[in-house]
């Protein structure tokens, strides 16, 4: 049911393996042009273009920004329709969310003695984007509010498409636990541009937090440096490293559960016992039937889900090193060793009872994860993306140290030809004496 199969000891196995990862580019240059041409609509016709986009993509009937509001009494109306147990187990996340957060809160460093350190303050505001496509996910709002609310953002708003005009009890819920400030239902590419660029209605943030479609993502690496964003997110991603420690059937609905997702979801399954993806296939096979969403994670698992067969455990760790996953599961009698040699992926998560899924929902860290590899070079989303910090300096002359800092500074400063700039310092040292 993995419809790519690799084996390192294949003499095409690098350039296969290559072209797979290259497939999977997120953008192309006509994603890239068509939303251009909406946040520019965007900037220069603000809440009219944002009327015309709404209508057009997401089949609805706007006549006014206000109409993107949606009230308190609606959000209460849905948190009322939502299943108890549903609500229950919600706050039973945000807690851990929460509570896992707080461990992470930056202090404020000020030497003493120099008066040298680092202050840290919370954005003004964000805006959290909730995904309203094939699946909605209510766990992202949680996941993203959750540590701006640790943080302490003093603004926290919410948008989702909420195709045809339809709320979604589980998001407006999610947003009631969380405490969101306000929600509107904007979504796609012209949503992001007016939180990016704000108007009379729609406030303009400080930074936009959440994964998206293509055209949502396109937008927020567009207007990168107009707004701040938390990353740009492809589609979920997970590997598997299992040696025949390892139960097929639990290895098999992992990656039926990370399929699930949509059909770009990307299912890799690596090993350094052949025969177990056999038995993972016959166990996919299995429990497809039974699944809503079988359609779905069936075109996933034949485009996107791949086997890699490895000699052993370093290949392996070189082979993960070179995806940096957004999910990483080791299930393996070594799976502690192999986890601290692994260096890039969002989360890894160790040995069989270590599921995604848990990470995804209850067990504290955010789910909102660097994928495309790019967990070589950012994290996961943390207290620390809600927050900004500025150097602090309150030196005075009668320091000991002065008369070294002015005298070295001078040096380089100097050397760079920036003459005014030696000149200021020296000046400070003619008033002292």
């Known amino acids: 049911m993995l419809g790519n199969n690799l084996n390192t000891d294949d003499k095409a196995f690098i350039s296969s393996f290559e072209g797979y990862l290259n497939k999977r580019a997120l953008f192309t240059l006509a994603i890239s042009n068509e ?58 996340s945000y807690e851990r969310i929460l509570d896992f957060h707080r461990n992470y809160i930056n202090k404020d460093h000020i030497h003493t003695n120099s008066k040298l350190g680092k202050l840290s303050r919370p954005l003004e505001s964000i805006l959290v984007y909730a995904p309203g496509g094939k699946a909605s996910y209510p766990s992202t709002v949680l996941m993203a509010a959750g540590p701006a609310k640790v943080a302490g953002v003093k603004k926290i708003y919410l948008t989702s498409p909420f195709m045809g005009g339809k709320f979604n009890d589980l998001i407006l819920a999610a947003s009631f636990i969380a405490g969101v400030d306000q929600v509107f239902s904007i979504g796609g590419a012209q949503g992001i541009a007016s939180f990016a660029y704000g108007s009379k209605t729609i406030p303009r943030v400080n930074k936009i937090i959440g994964p998206g479609n293509k055209y949502v993502s396109e937008a927020k690496r567009l207007l990168y440096g107009t707004v701040g964003i938390d990353m740009i997110a492809g589609p979920s991603e997970l ?145 620390g993306d809600f927050l900004i910090s500025s150097s602090y300096v309150n030196i005075n002359s009668e320091q000991r140290e002065y008369k070294d800092l002015i005298t070295n500074a001078c040096i380089l400063a100097e050397a760079e030809g920036l003459t005014a700039h030696s000149m200021s310092l020296k000046e400070r040292m003619r008033i002292k004496d």
């Open 239 to 383: 590997v598997i490293y299992a040696d025949n420690s390892a139960n097929p059937s639990i290895v098999a609905i992992d990656l039926i559960a990370q399929a699930e997702h949509d059909d770009e979801a990307c299912s890799i399954l690596i090993t350094n016992d052949s025969s177990l993806i056999e038995k993972v296939n016959r166990e996919i096979k299995r429990y497809l039937e039974a699944l809503a969403r079988k359609k779905i994670i069936k075109k996933s698992l034949m485009q996107s889900g791949l086997s890699i067969v490895v000699k052993n455990t370093k290949e392996a760790i070189e082979i993960i090193n070179k995806i940096a996953p957004e999910h990483l599961q080791i299930i393996s009698s070594d799976a502690e060793v192999i986890g601290k040699k692994v260096e890039a992926a969002g989360v890894i998560l160790i040995g069989q009872d270590s599921a995604t899924a848990l990470s995804d929902y209850v067990l504290g860290p955010s789910h909102i994860l660097p994928t495309m590899g790019s967990s070589k070079f950012s994290s996961g989303l943390s207290i």
């Open 35 to 92: 939303v251009k041409e909406i946040v520019n609509q965007v900037k220069e016709k603000g809440d009219k273009a944002l009327i015309e986009l709404t209508n057009k993509f997401d089949k609805r009937r706007v006549s006014s920004v206000n109409d993107f509001l949606v009230s308190a009494a609606q959000i209460e109306e849905s948190y009322s329709r939502v299943d108890p147990k549903v609500i229950s187990a919600m706050k039973f």
